[in-house]
């Protein structure tokens, strides 16, 4: 069993849109949770970062973690084009070792 | 501030050659990371330096794969004999405090064994 899991996508949206990306995750060590984002031929940047279970709000963004469910998301709120990029999920119980998920590709159309 | 740098951007081998990987960190980041992505697959760990000390290589697929760190600066992966199975993009993060969650990374070394 992978330790997070996410869906790899592609999720096409027009512009303004709510858009809503999730992990689940296996091992409930993990405390620390990261959303990254991931531009065509880029390595991934840091958006958001969560610790324990909560909601945290920066800007449009939204992360959201439910530990009892070992589930996060990410929500996006009046998506722009140029939000669209690849997003990845990541956690750790000790910042030695990140785990990510697959990424989901986002497409917001103009 | 330079980021993270990795040198080549793409390597083309044939199956059983040498390939070295070079990541220069961020200037005073302590903690290096390295990670692959297979096609279609999550990024994965490989292993973490800090300085020059290997924190956790249980990452590392097998004992083909060899990274170092002389100095507590830039890093190397090399890997002989290279594999089919090794293709994919190799990511170097580094990060100057990894309790804030921001690793650092840099644009990747694209990988082709043929």
């Known amino acids: 069993q992978k330790e997070v899991e996410q869906d790899p996508g592609p999720l096409s949206v027009p512009e303004g849109a709510i858009v809503s990306l999730n992990c689940t995750y296996s091992n409930s060590a993990f405390q620390y949770f990261m959303w990254y984002r991931q531009y065509s031929r880029k390595g991934p940047e840091l958006l958001m970062y969560?610790?324990?279970?909560g909601n945290k709000e920066d800007g449009r963004f939204t992360a959201q973690v439910d530990k009892s469910s070992k589930y996060i998301s990410l929500f996006i709120r009046d998506s722009q084009p140029s939000d669209s990029a690849t997003y990845l999920c990541a956690m750790t119980d000790n910042f030695n070792k990140f785990y990510f998920g697959s990424g989901t590709k986002l497409n917001v159309k103009p | 501030e330079a980021g993270v740098t990795q040198f080549p951007s793409h390597s083309v081998i044939e199956k059983g050659q040498t390939v070295t990987l070079r990541c220069d960190p961020i200037s005073g980041h302590d903690n290096l990371y390295w990670y692959r992505r297979v096609m279609g697959k999550e990024i994965k760990f490989l292993l973490h330096f800090v300085k020059e000390s290997k924190q956790d290589e249980s990452g590392m697929p097998n004992n083909r794969f060899l990274a170092e760190r002389t100095g507590g600066t830039y890093s190397t992966l090399k890997v002989q004999p290279a594999e089919l199975e090794d293709s994919g993009v190799y990511f170097c993060a580094s990060s100057q405090v990894p309790r804030t969650g921001e690793l650092f990374f840099g644009e990747g070394s694209r990988l082709t064994v043929l």
């Open positions: 969560t610790y324990s279970s």
